[in-house]
């Protein structure tokens, strides 16, 4: 059972107001991940950590920041909402491969609104 | 570069009715590869995984996959579907490197499940 937490869950928000997505795990994973994606559609990530102090934008781009001052925590922040960041936001971890263990972990999600 | 193609968008079976579900990858080295399905709403919960000896893998939930590397295919399968079979599958290729590890996701394909 993955242990890999994100709060909100669900987040209705109005434009220009800053939030910020919580992702925590407590397996002591060095590697998360966030990923951006639509309704039926494909996950595309926007950041990564390969541990803490080390942040990695993605392949797509996104006006959010994130930072990894703990191990088990990686919070995605939008300082200004817009209606074009509605979206679902995954967070995923993985540790570094060893011991038969490589897949990606994710969390619930967080489906944001934003109007 | 690393792509996964997944070419049905959409499939719909019948209760009860074999399925597979079909994975292409592109990868210059040895592949990960990984299946995932997605409830609406939730994030991803792994269905299996394959790193390397046997090709054919026994996932959870009854699936399973083939890896053929002379096709570059990794194809989900099932021999009897249910209605909770009902979701969207992800097929996704890790690449790991020194500095860390890197996730590829296929676009997805919804499955549909008529009593």
């Known amino acids: 059972e993955a242990d890999i937490y994100q709060t909100p869950r669900y987040l209705v928000i109005g434009t220009g107001k800053k939030i910020t997505l919580e992702c925590s795990q407590t397996m002591g994973h060095d590697k998360m991940y966030w990923y951006q994606q639509d309704p039926g559609m494909e996950l595309h990530l926007i950041h990564y950590s390969y541990g803490v102090n080390s942040t990695e934008k993605g392949d797509l781009s996104s006006e959010s920041t994130v930072s990894r001052i703990r191990t088990e925590h990686f919070p995605l922040t939008l300082e200004s909402a817009r209606p074009s960041h509605t979206s679902q936001y995954l967070c995923?971890?993985?540790?570094?491969?060893?011991?038969?263990?490589?897949?990606?972990?994710f969390g619930p999600g967080t489906r944001l609104t934003v109007t | 570069a690393q792509s996964v193609t997944q070419p049905d968008i959409h499939i719909t079976v019948s209760e009860g009715a074999s399925l597979e579900l079909r994975c292409n990858y592109s990868y210059g080295a040895t592949p990960y590869l990984f299946w995932y399905v997605q409830s609406p709403g939730q994030g991803l919960q792994l269905l299996l995984k394959?790193?390397?000896?046997?090709?054919l893998v026994q996932g959870i939930k009854g699936f399973e996959a083939e890896f053929k590397r002379s096709q570059s295919s990794f194809n989900l399968r099932k021999p009897s579907v249910h209605w909770s079979d009902a979701a969207e599958y992800f097929c996704?290729?890790?690449?790991?490197?020194?500095?860390?590890?890197?996730?590829?996701f296929g676009t997805g394909t919804s499955l549909t499940v008529i009593p």
């Open positions: 995923a971890s993985s540790p570094t491969p060893g011991g038969g263990s490589y897949e990606q972990y």
């Open positions: 996704a290729v890790g690449a790991y490197h020194d500095t860390g590890n890197q996730f590829y």
């Open positions: 394959y790193f390397s000896g046997d090709t």
